[in-house]
């Protein structure tokens, strides 16, 4: 894989992000190959899901992959104990997967925010414990959009390391274009949301992208939309993220959107288009 840079020199750098690092077997070996043969540049980690151990082993053999902490609020497993946590949790110790729902009760209750704060601390350890430098931060399913949330990760982040974090902040012509039914209509509809992300986020000084691309495009990021995407990114420090799955080991669903999107991170006209349009590939870390 090409060198990445080390100083932020360009005004158009872009960082491409696996995200669910850790989730399985076919995504670790996605992260992997797309980085050492492709145009992957950063992975995130989830650090209590079924193959991390096989994650974290993989990310201290690639140390030009710049991996960050894919906390998980919902939809995966807890990282603290569930003694500590018991609002959180089902009785397996699984988080909740109703995020609306959840979401009217974290503001009202300081019971449940002193809760969540010893989970974000929790998976916040878990990641300094593999002793891979923490490159960014970002949420499962862009949950930090809600402001208790994002308040947390902003008061207990940075006392481990945090110095990046995702800002879902997508162009919405691009989502528009890229985007079919209702999703389209996330990024006009989060853009309230994110104008107050982005101050709460500055005040605090930590480091962000100006710009992402896959919000609405989840699941369809092939290297046709991609190629038809990036001469109108802007410039700026901005981020693509992929959910890519191996084709080696999922062989019966090679339509599968996991299995385009690690071939558009291996398609060589990715990083061809991404270099003619003066696009430097970085992480959170080189572009600080």
Wanted: charged fraction near 25%; proline fraction near 6%; charge should be positive.
């Amino acid at each position: 894989m090409a060198g990445l840079p080390t100083l932020n020199s360009s005004p158009r750098q872009i960082i491409l992000t696996a995200d669910d690092f850790g989730e399985s077997l076919p995504v670790n070996e996605a992260v992997e190959k797309t980085h050492r043969e492709g145009a992957l540049t950063a992975a995130s980690l989830m650090v209590n899901a079924d193959s991390t151990e096989d994650a974290v082993r993989r990310a201290h053999a690639l140390p030009r992959l710049g991996v960050g902490l894919h906390l998980v609020l919902c939809h995966g497993r807890a990282s603290a104990p569930r003694d500590r946590i018991p609002d959180l949790v089902d009785r397996n110790g699984n988080l909740t997967n109703r995020m609306v729902r959840s979401s009217f009760g974290y503001p009202l209750s300081e019971r449940l925010r002193h809760q969540l704060a010893h989970e974000i601390e929790a998976q916040f350890r878990r990641f300094s414990a593999t002793g891979l430098r923490l490159d960014h931060v970002n949420v499962h399913k862009h949950f930090h959009c809600h402001p208790t949330l994002l308040e947390l990760i902003l008061e207990i982040g940075p006392d481990h390391g945090m110095r990046s974090l995702r800002l879902p902040r997508e162009p919405w012509r691009l989502g528009l274009q890229a985007g079919q039914g209702l999703v389209k209509l996330q990024p006009i509809l989060l853009s309230p949301i994110l104008r107050t992300m982005v101050r709460k986020i500055e005040r605090r000084g930590i480091h962000h992208n100006q710009y992402l691309f896959g919000l609405s495009a989840t699941g369809r990021m092939t290297a046709e939309l991609l190629l038809t995407a990036i001469p109108q990114f802007p410039d700026g420090l901005g981020e693509i993220y992929f959910h890519p799955a191996s084709a080696s080991r999922l062989k019966e669903h090679r339509e599968s959107p996991a299995i385009r999107e690690e071939n558009a991170l291996l398609d060589r006209r990715i990083s061809k288009t991404l270099s003619e349009q003066g696009f430097h590939p970085t992480t959170f870390h080189a572009s600080l």
